[in-house]
């Protein structure tokens, strides 16, 4: 590796960085055996973290940040002055390779900007998904952007040799694409969407690989004017219509030589980190979106308090439950208890009556949850209707530190 | 008391072995005092020396004691951890088990089960930690130079206990075809790309900071993909805790990083938009809209130069016939004749399809013949390559180039020859005997008929002749449509 290809690569690690996703789950296992190289495990392995506290799993980098787009959110736009860079297709292998034999990472994110045209740019990512599988016989997990104004075969080829194929949406409704991204367009997005769907779903029943790990999609959050309810709105159709394994959020965030039409501040991390939850009650929990957003208000979510206390707050009729009787639909919206401590509050209570201890070994949250739970020992009384219920279980803010 | 001796580390061995004789023996728990190889015995009595009458030793034939998988996992995992308590802990669950309690696992408020199971957590969350950030690095090592060229990699690790060898699955499976050695104060490990060496403890390594130029491009990589304006070490020290900073090689900048991450943010900040310096690239971007393959020629160079979409084939096997032709046939996929000559309906089918043409008055020549599936999906057996349908989601694969081309070539009529054209052409499945005729295919006048292989897949006989005669009676009747049309 010479002085030019490390440049390179901070300036298109730089550049891919503002992508949340880094997940290598959900693969198949596979090895590499004797010949090739790698393996991917079905969960996944963080390789490092870095000081914003995100994982580093997957090498996430951009083949090249020229693009012909001119997305206002995006520091590689056209009209952006950011230094820019391209590698070639052995380049980001050798890379990949290199990074993957050291234990650094365990595979590889690779997107681009647009260059010369969709088809071009897409065939270029395709290849390096290819020589990587098909030279090298590599076996770790590689993730593909897909570019959705890309002709439609060429999706086709990437899902044969990807784990999984994202599509980022970016903003949650068409007006706002429209209008900060003139290039794209969110009917073909959805349209790419729904095919690379369909054929996950197909490939699964006939036992073929295409992006076995699924697809998933990405909202930028804060940098339009687009409500959490709309927000939330757009991720539960992207689940049901399109079985998204994953929608991430990102929370808009300052970039050098940023476009004028984007708001100058950030908008709180927080608000990032509630849709988060959110997206998991949504998912895993049972919950509706307008359950989900009846919690807060005016369509926002309640950035004090995770959205499942401020349901359970609003809704307090509904508590307290019997940690020995609930059913466990009724069990996960408790606030502080986990799926995986209703799980073992479900299979427990078959063996024995559950006391307020007992429900300490089995969840770190019980100090939330005492309010809203009935034990064998143990009935929160007024508790759960006290005025001051929310005061008693959020801590003040803290102000955060740097150090 | 008794006394039961084992191996350092996590002697999952001699822990099973002492087991069963103990198990054998009914003895319990409380009675039991569990050392570790040269650990001090901190209940100072040394077998054989106390005053009390010594145990009876254990028999050492005792036979394996039948557990329930989870447990079993359970003990695997347990002993590799430090806690001195461990074989203690694990008898007790194991005793209890015995005396019928089978899904104790279950019972996870049960103080026993919950210690464990915290036990457990720590030993996978090292496990994983091992996996997660051990690093390796190269050295060359000219004199061996049979391993690709002397390339071996080496790390060094800390775990918190002792999984040194429970890791090493993982690494061999990932890392099969590199030579690798991982060493750590607890026991070493040693890969030569067909067996595994398990060594002694080691101590750190010299020179294992020599430059790899590649640990370099890690840690650069690592600082850029660090957003500033995100900056939460919380949260990063909560996955990844200082005690492993030591051994990685990209944690070296991280004071750096946390400390320049205000003055970044707020040059971000504070920069004005500025007007960009480069000029609008209207050509280019113009250009890029047409990516379109603007001609039938256009097309079939891009399907020609992908890659197959089904397991075999030599070559995509493109469609054949003027442009404007007032019939396109489409077929199922090439054969082996078609993928070795790359034209399609030239073995034994397509011989059967020329005839019946012919008879029905359609000119072959003047017809746009092509595939559903351009390449040939096969399993070899031994020389003969065996031609296996494509599946719905594979002829899907390929519907976007079929969709093109015939609105290249614009057909009065579209005639499926079997189940697969008519599934790529009507998106749905078709029962080609019980729907034979015409039928409508969105944009396309169609025509299902039954493939030209279904008939020489008939017995010779009456039947087969009839079904010729029904397939040429198809092809008539198609020709009458367009002529009908036109
Ligand atoms: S297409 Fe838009 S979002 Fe993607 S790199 Fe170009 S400008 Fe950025």
Known sequence: MDDALLDKLEILADAAKYDASCASSGAKRRTGGPDGIGSTTGAGICHAYTPDGRCVSLLKILLTNYCLFDCAYCINRRSSNVRRARFSVEEVVQLTLGFYKRNCIEGLFLSSGIIRSPDHTMEQLMLVARTLRRDHGFAGYIHLKTIPEASPWLIEQAGLWADRLSINLELSSDRSLKEFAPEKDGSSIKAVMGQVGERILEAKEEKRRFSPAGQSTQMIVGADASTDLSVLETSDTLYRRYGLRRVYYSAFSPIPEASSALPAKPPPLQRENRLYQADWLLRYYGFTVDEIAAGGEGGMLDLGIDPKLAWALKNRERFPVDVNSADREMLLRVPGLGARAVDKIVEARRHTTLRLEDVARLSSGLKRARAFLIAADHHPGGLTDRADLRQRLVAPPKQLSLF | ?486
């Open chain 2, 1 to 486: 008391m008794r006394h039961v001796e084992l191996k350092d580390g996590a002697d999952l061995d001699g822990f099973r072995r002492a087991l069963r004789g103990l198990v054998a023996l009914g003895a319990d728990p409380d009675g039991v005092v569990w050392s570790g190889g040269a650990a001090p015995s901190l209940f100072g009595t040394a077998p054989g020396t106390g005053t009390a009458p010594l145990p009876a030793p254990l028999p050492v034939d005792a036979p394996p004691v039948p557990l329930p998988r989870p447990v079993g996992a359970l003990i695997e995992s347990v002993v590799c951890h430090r806690d001195p308590e461990r074989y203690g802990l694990l008898h007790r669950l194991v005793c209890r088990v015995v005396r019928g309690e089978r899904d104790i696992l279950d019972h996870h408020a049960d103080p026993l089960v919950h210690r464990l199971a915290l036990l457990d957590k720590a030993v996978r969350r090292d496990l994983h930690k091992m996996h997660a950030f051990l690093r390796f690095r190269e050295v060359r090592d000219p004199a061996n130079s049979e391993d690709r060229g002397g390339e071996r990699y080496v790390a060094w690790f800390e775990p918190d206990n002792f999984i040194v060898e429970a890791t090493a699955p993982f690494f061999v499976e990932r890392f099969e075809s590199l030579v690798w050695t991982i060493l750590t104060p607890v026991g070493s490990l040693h890969w030569d790309r067909r067996s595994l060496t398990v060594g002694p403890a080691a101590l750190r390594p010299e020179g294992l900071d020599r430059d790899d130029r590649f640990a370099e491009g890690w840690q650069r990589y690592y600082e850029s993909t660090f957003n500033p304006a995100r900056v939460n070490p919380t949260a990063m020290r909560a996955e990844m805790p200082r005690k492993y900073w030591a051994n990685l090689p990209e944690a070296a900048a991280i004071p750096g990083m946390i400390r320049g991450a205000p003055a970044r943010v707020q040059a971000m900040i504070e920069a004005e938009a500025a007007a960009p310096r480069r000029r609008n690239p209207d050509k280019a971007v113009a250009a890029m809209a047409r990516q379109e393959p603007a001609t039938l020629a256009e097309l079939n160079r891009i399907i020609r130069a992908a890659d197959p979409l089904v397991p075999g084939a030599t070559q995509a096997v493109l469609g054949e016939g003027p442009e404007g032709a007032a019939i396109a046939i489409v077929g199922e996929q090439p054969g082996d004749h078609e993928d070795v000559e790359g034209r399609p309906f030239v073995g034994p089918a397509g011989q059967l399809l020329s005839r019946a043409l012919e008879e029905a008055g359609i000119e072959r020549d003047a017809a746009y013949l092509t595939n559903a599936v351009k390449h040939f999906k096969f399993v070899a057996r031994g020389k003969r390559r065996l031609h296996q349908s494509p599946t719905a989601g594979e002829v899907k694969h390929y519907r976007w180039w079929l969709m093109k081309e015939l609105g290249f070539v614009r057909p009065r009529l579209v005639v499926t020859l079997g189940a697969t054209a008519a599934l790529a052409l009507s998106g749905r499945s078709v029962s080609v005997l019980r729907e034979r005729g015409p039928m409508g295919f969105g944009d396309w006048e169609g025509f299902v008929t039954v493939h030209p292989s279904y008939l020489l897949r008939l017995p010779a006989g009456e039947g087969a002749e009839q079904a010729y005669r029904d397939f040429v009676a198809d092809l008539r009747r198609a020709r009458g449509m367009v002529e009908w049309a036109g």
